[in-house]
């Protein structure tokens, strides 16, 4: 949340972060010992993953995987434009990779998260100001939530 820039909860809020927190597995302040929560593939299961991405999806676009708002969500525009390189398809996409991923992505998915936020136009018509700049930017931010590599990060 923090990332995606999310302020101001209302305890409503607040209590669908922790019940979604709860179906990940990772209810906040509960580890299970000392330690935290252990590594590897204990934390992430065929359960927990589904319901990752149902969680991600919902802080970008406002809605649960019913639809049904939940009260906040990422300003995905308020967002992109933070980026100095926020014109600048390319560069756009290398900058937010670099924010959001702890570990480098191969080329390979740099170009298809690129092609993701250009969505079939050119690289020259890419603007924030476009009239089709949201719903490209939910599309992009969607797809990069969805990677193996940020459950890593």
């Known amino acids: 949340m923090k990332q995606f820039d999310i302020k101001n909860l209302t305890p409503e809020n607040y ?27 204990k934390w992430i299961s065929t359960t927990t993953l589904p319901m990752r991405n149902e969680f991600t999806d919902s802080l970008i676009t406002g809605n649960n995987v019913w639809g049904d708002p939940i009260g906040f969500s990422m300003n995905v525009l308020e967002v992109a434009r933070s980026f100095e390189s926020s014109e600048n398809a390319e560069q756009f996409v290398n900058e937010i990779i670099d924010y959001m991923f702890l570990f480098p992505l191969s080329q390979n998915v740099k170009s298809r998260m690129l ?25 992009f931010f969607k797809a ?10």
Do not use: C
């Open 144 to 153: 990069l939530t969805r990677l193996p590599e940020y459950q890593l990060s």
């Open 15 to 41: 209590f669908y972060v922790i019940d979604s927190s709860d179906k990940m597995q990772q209810l906040h302040f509960s580890p299970p010992d000392v330690r935290g929560w252990e590594g590897q593939r």
């Open 115 to 139: 092609q993701t936020l250009l969505d079939g136009s050119n690289l020259y018509d890419w603007s924030t100001y476009n009239q089709n700049a949201e719903a490209r930017l939910i599309k």
